[in-house]
C-alpha cells in the first residue's frame, strides 16, 4: 500500500493525527517566515549589511540568526500547542551539531 508524504510524517514524528501534522507544517513555515523577516532588521542592528563581506554574512547567519530561528521555532511551538514536540526536535537537533563538531 503507498503512503502519503502526510502518512509519512505522522508515523516518522510520532503523532496521532494528521491536524497535529498540519500544525507542525504550519509552525515551521511561520517560523521561517518570521525569521526572514526578523533578519532584515537584525542584521542592519549590527552593521552588516548587503555591502557586507560575504563571510561576515555567513557567520552571522550562523551565530545570530540560527539561534534566533530556534527560539522563535520553540515560541511558535508554544503558540500553536506544539511545545513538547519542538523541545524534543530542538534537543535532537542540538544534539546533532554537538556529535557534528566532536566527530575525530
Do not use: H
Not at 25 to 51: C, E
Not at 77 to 99: A, L, M, P, S
Amino acid at each position: 500500500m503507498n503512503t502519503t508524504w502526510i502518512d509519512r510524517l505522522k508515523i516518522r514524528w510520532g503523532l496521532n493525527s494528521y491536524w497535529q501534522v498540519l500544525i507542525i507544517l504550519l509552525v515551521f513555515a511561520s517560523t521561517g517566515t518570521s525569521v526572514l523577516y526578523l533578519k532584515k532588521f537584525i542584521l542592519p542592528l549590527l552593521g552588516i549589511t548587503d555591502q557586507s563581506a560575504m563571510w561576515l554574512r555567513i557567520l552571522a547567519s550562523i551565530f545570530v540568526i540560527l539561534p534566533l530561528y530556534q527560539v522563535v521555532l520553540l515560541f511558535f511551538g508554544f503558540i500553536f500547542g506544539q511545545f513538547q514536540f519542538f523541545w524534543n526536535f530542538e534537543k535532537r537537533t542540538f544534539g546533532r551539531i554537538v556529535n557534528w563538531f566532536s566527530r575525530k
